[in-house]
């Protein structure tokens, strides 16, 4: 079992998340899993991810793949993130042209 460092992020998402992220594609699910690995590891600010871009002062979001994207928000000061949708681009929670 690998011994967690103390500077890793606290990645979190809900049960909503969850159930869109079951209804993707495998590929995407594996995906959507590396990126939340990534996000532990390294934090929120993930720039070798497909569209990564910032969407306000701690919100982000990056595509899995051309269809299905992945938006996560962090609080200052906090070793948290919490992935507040994955799901289809069409339905993301920010306007189109970001």
Known sequence: ???????????FFRKKVEKSVTGMPRREQVLFANLVEDLQR?????????????????????HLSYSW?????VEKQVLEIEVYYAGSRENAPYQAGR
């Open 1 to 11: 079992m690998a011994r967690q460092r103390r500077n890793d992020w606290r990645v």
């Open 69 to 73: 994207v992945a938006c996560w928000r």
């Open 42 to 62: 390294k934090g929120p600010i993930r720039k070798e991810w497909r569209s990564f871009s910032k969407l306000s002062e701690n919100e982000y979001h990056c």
